[in-house]
C-alpha cells in the first residue's frame, strides 16, 4: 500500500480577514512533492482557512491514490487533536468541515500528526502565496509557484547529480513545469487539484466565513508561574515560537460554586470534617453517585467561541497569547487561623500582622517573576490591603472588582465549621450536599457564586486577553474558577486545599479553552 503525507496550513490577515490556504502532497518514501493545492478564500477566519487546507490536501492525495494510507501533519494544534478525536467539536459551524474532511478517505487510512511551524514551512509559503494572489484580485497559479523549490532543491540537486545531469536548479517560472516531471518521473498522476478548487466552490464554502473552531490548546504562563507548573504536573515540553508566515498575522477571537471549608482557610474545617462532607455530598447526590454542575460550571460561548471536551495542555502556535489570570488569595485575618466562616456578609476583617507579612513576601515573589501587568482586587478589605502590599511593590494601580468578592454565609459568618454544625445541623448538610442550598439566613449559594464568578472571569478574560493581570480575591471565587477550568463538580470544592497568600494561575484562550497552570503554590511563604 502506498503511502502519502499530506502537509496544509491556512491563515487570515486578520481574524476574520482576508485568508488562504496550502496543501502538499508528497511522496513517504522519497519526500518528493507529488502536487500542491492553494487558494485565496476571500474573507475568513484562521480555523476556517486551516480546514479548507487539510480538505485540499486529503483530496488531492486522494485523486492520486483512493486506497493509499495518508499521514497529515500540520502545524495547527487545533485541528489535528480535532481530527484525531481527542477533542471535540462543538461550535456547529465547524462541525460540517471537519465531517467533509473526515469523509474523504476511511478513517484507518489517516492518521494526524503536529509538528512546529518551521516544519511547515512549505504549505505555509503556498498559503501565503494564495493571500497574496488573491490581494491582487486573482487567484493562485500553480505555474508561478515557488513553495516546494527550497524543500526539494536537495532531492532534485541529489538525483541529478546520481544520473550525471548538471546540479543547477531551474528558473522559478519552470518550478510547476519541474513538479510535473517529477511527478511523472515517480509515475504519479497530475492531480486535477493541483490548483485547489474553483471559483463556485469558494463561492460556496466562503459563506460561512466567519466560521471558528473550539478547543484552543493552552500554553504556560510565560515566566513566573508557569516555572513551577511542572510541580503541578503540567508537562514542561512545549513547541517552538510560530515562525513568520500564513499564520504570523493569525489572531485569536476575542474572548463557581461556593467556598467550602479549607483546612488552611477563614472557612473552617478539619480533614476529617471535610471528608465527612464530602461523604454526605455523596450519599445525598442522585443515585448515580453524580450530581449535576451548579449553573455557571461551564463557560458561556460568546459568538465564535466553543468549549474543550478536555482540557488544553500544549502550546499553540497559532491561537496568540492568552489572558492569564494570576490567582492570589489574601493573606491571614485574625479569623484564619481559627478557621471562621468570613464571606461578603460579615465582619469584613483586615489582615493581621501575619498577613500584611504574607502579603509582602507575595509582593517580593511576583517582582522577582516580573510578568504581572495589571492587579485586579475583590472589595473587601483584607483583600484590597494585601492588593495594595503588592501594587506599591510593583508600581502598578488596583481596579476593584465587585465579582471577585467572597461568598455571603449568611447567619454562619463568623462561626467554626463545628459552631454552624451544632446550631444549624439540616442546614448545613443541605449545603454540602446541593449547590443550589443556601446558608442560614440567606447567604449565597455555590450555585450563585458560580454564575458570578463565571461572568467575572468572562469580562476579565476579554479585558485583559494576551496579558498576565493578578486577580487578589478569597478562596471560594479561586477554588471556583479552578474548578470552571477543569470541568469539575461541585463537590471538588471539597476535595482543593487553597492557603492563605498563595498562588493559583490560569491561562484562558479566545476560543474558550483554558489551562490551569499552578495552584496554590506558598513556596514564596517559606523561610
Do not use: C
Not at 375 to 402: F, H, K, M, Q, Y
Not at 468 to 474: D, G, R, Y
Amino acid at each position: 500500500m502506498r503511502e502519502f503525507i499530506v502537509e496544509a496550513d491556512g491563515g487570515s490577515r486578520g481574524n476574520p480577514g482576508p485568508a488562504g490556504y496550502g496543501a502538499v502532497v508528497r511522496d513517504a518514501a522519497t519526500g518528493r512533492t507529488l502536487t500542491e493545492a492553494a487558494e485565496y478564500l476571500g474573507t475568513a477566519t484562521n480555523n476556517v482557512a486551516e480546514y479548507r487546507g487539510l480538505l485540499a490536501g486529503l483530496r488531492a492525495a486522494h485523486a492520486l491514490d483512493p486506497g493509499a494510507r495518508v499521514r497529515v501533519r500540520m502545524d495547527s494544534k487545533l485541528v489535528v487533536e480535532q481530527m484525531s478525536g481527542r477533542w471535540k467539536i462543538k461550535h456547529p459551524d465547524m462541525k460540517p468541515l471537519a465531517m467533509e474532511a473526515r469523509s474523504v478517505f476511511p478513517p484507518d487510512q489517516v492518521t494526524y500528526e503536529w509538528i512546529p511551524r518551521e516544519q511547515n514551512k512549505q504549505a505555509d509559503r503556498l498559503a501565503n502565496e494564495a493571500m497574496d494572489a488573491g490581494a491582487k484580485g486573482g487567484q493562485w497559479s500553480p505555474s508561478l509557484s515557488r513553495a516546494d523549490l527550497a524543500t526539494n532543491a536537495g532531492a532534485r540537486t541529489a538525483e541529478s547529480t546520481s544520473a550525471g545531469a548538471p546540479t543547477a536548479e531551474p528558473p522559478p517560472a519552470a518550478a510547476g513545469a519541474d513538479r510535473t516531471a517529477e511527478a511523472a518521473t515517480a509515475g504519479e498522476p497530475q492531480s486535477s487539484a493541483v490548483a485547489g478548487r474553483g471559483a463556485a466552490e469558494v463561492a460556496s464554502e466562503s459563506a460561512a466565513a466567519s466560521r471558528t473552531a473550539e478547543p484552543a490548546p493552552a500554553e504556560p504562563m510565560a515566566g513566573g508561574p508557569a516555572a513551577e507548573s511542572t510541580s503541578a504536573g503540567a508537562p514542561t515540553a512545549e513547541p517552538p515560537p510560530a515562525a513568520a508566515g500564513a499564520g504570523a498575522d493569525r489572531t485569536a477571537g476575542t474572548a463557581s460554586a461556593g467556598e467550602p471549608p479549607s483546612s488552611a482557610g477563614e472557612s473552617p474545617s478539619s480533614a476529617a470534617e471535610a471528608a465527612a462532607a464530602v461523604s454526605r455530598a455523596a450519599e445525598a447526590a442522585s443515585g448515580s453517585g453524580q450530581r449535576p454542575a451548579a449553573a455557571g460550571g461551564q463557560r458561556p460561548v460568546a459568538a465564535g467561541q466553543a468549549h474543550p471536551s478536555t482540557p488544553g495542555w500544549s502550546a499553540a502556535p497559532d491561537l496568540g497569547a492568552p489572558a492569564t489570570l494570576v490567582l492570589l488569595r489574601h493573606g491571614e485575618t485574625p479569623l484564619t487561623p481559627q478557621k471562621r466562616f468570613s464571606g461578603s456578609g460579615g465582619t469584613d476583617p483586615a489582615l493581621s500582622a501575619a498577613g500584611r507579612e504574607q502579603a509582602h513576601r507575595v509582593a517580593d515573589a511576583l517582582a522577582r517573576r516580573g510578568t504581572i501587568q495589571a492587579i485586579v482586587a475583590s472589595p473587601l478589605a483584607r483583600t484590597r490591603e494585601t492588593a495594595g502590599i503588592v501594587a506599591a511593590r510593583l508600581n502598578l494601580d488596583v481596579t476593584i472588582e465587585d465579582g471577585l468578592r467572597e461568598t455571603d454565609f449568611g447567619a454562619w459568618e463568623g462561626l467554626t465549621f463545628g459552631e454552624v454544625r451544632e446550631r444549624h445541623p439540616d442546614d448545613l448538610n443541605a449545603w454540602l450536599a446541593d449547590p443550589e442550598a443556601r446558608p442560614t439566613g440567606g447567604g449565597e449559594s455555590f450555585a450563585e457564586t458560580a454564575v458570578r464568578l463565571a461572568a467575572t472571569r468572562d469580562k476579565l478574560v476579554a479585558a485583559y486577553q494576551g496579558r498576565t493581570v493578578l486577580l487578589v480575591t478569597h478562596v471560594t471565587p479561586i477554588k471556583t474558577l479552578i474548578r470552571l477550568a477543569l470541568g469539575a463538580p461541585p463537590e471538588s470544592l471539597f476535595r482543593m486545599e487553597l492557603s492563605a497568600a498563595s498562588l493559583s494561575a490560569v491561562a484562558y484562550y479566545a476560543d474558550g479553552n483554558a489551562s490551569v497552570r499552578l495552584f496554590n503554590d506558598t513556596s514564596h511563604l517559606r523561610p
